[in-house]
């Protein structure tokens, strides 16, 4: 209760600092963030704190390429809800969605189906892995946040809690930097992404090259993972 209270808190300071948008928003988006808490682990890896650096770097994109600011937050918010429930082989993407319906079903007299659809859009193409590619800027904004959090300095310490969790280790998450996440600034939709993307890759080479000298991965392998 202590986490969710302290979750709720600095969601709604994020919200509360929001000038451009209207009191039934901002009322909706907390309801909004209450239901997601509810549905979620309070983690840094994949919990409601991955949420909030989402919002913020959502934030960050939109000052400098516009959008509905209404529709991408409510879409953060909502994008990873399924993520807990998510069984194997089975795309969180689309379980957040499915899990979202009972909440649209509470906003029928604020939302309309054509806001529903838009959101909907947004929390799919989020997770390339489920083949749908963003086509408002909204989910562009909204895939793009979501893969930056991935990188720097917070996604080093995300891979090392995966591989920790999973009873890999060392070896396993410097092939994971080059399998997937050296590769997610090719990924960005907007300039500002690519931008942010970049600055967080230029802090992990630095580090996977310290990981790579001190576990003792010879530069020949370190190509082949390439």
Not at 24 to 44: C, H, R, T, W
Request: charged letters at 25%; hydrophobic letters at 40%.
């Amino acid at each position: 209760m202590k986490d969710r209270n302290s979750l709720k808190e600095l969601l709604d300071n994020i919200l509360d600092s929001q000038n451009n948008l209207q009191s039934y928003q901002i009322v909706l988006l907390k309801k909004a963030g209450e239901f997601s808490i509810e549905k979620m682990n309070p983690s840094d890896v994949h919990g409601f704190r991955h949420v909030l650096r989402v919002m913020h770097l959502c934030l960050k994109i939109q000052k400098e390429e516009g959008s509905n600011i209404f529709i991408l937050l409510l879409s953060t918010l909502l994008h990873d809800i399924g993520r807990d429930y998510a069984k194997q082989n089975q795309n969180h993407a689309e379980l957040s969605v499915e899990l979202a319906q009972t909440f649209f079903s509470e906003c029928i007299n604020v939302l309309s189906q054509r806001d529903i659809n838009h959101i909907v859009e947004c929390m799919r193409a989020h997770s390339f892995s489920t083949g749908v590619k963003a086509k408002s800027l909204e989910a562009k904004i909204l895939s793009d946040a979501d893969k930056i959090d991935a990188l720097g300095a917070v996604g080093i310490y995300r891979a090392a809690c995966f591989q920790h969790e999973n009873g890999t280790g060392l070896f396993a998450m410097h092939q994971h930097f080059y399998d997937k996440l050296l590769d997610l600034p090719s990924k960005m939709y907007t300039q500002t992404g690519q931008k942010l993307a970049n600055e967080r890759i230029d802090l992990m080479n630095t580090y996977i090259s310290s990981l790579t000298n001190e576990i003792g991965i010879s530069l020949q392998n370190t190509d082949d993972l390439r």
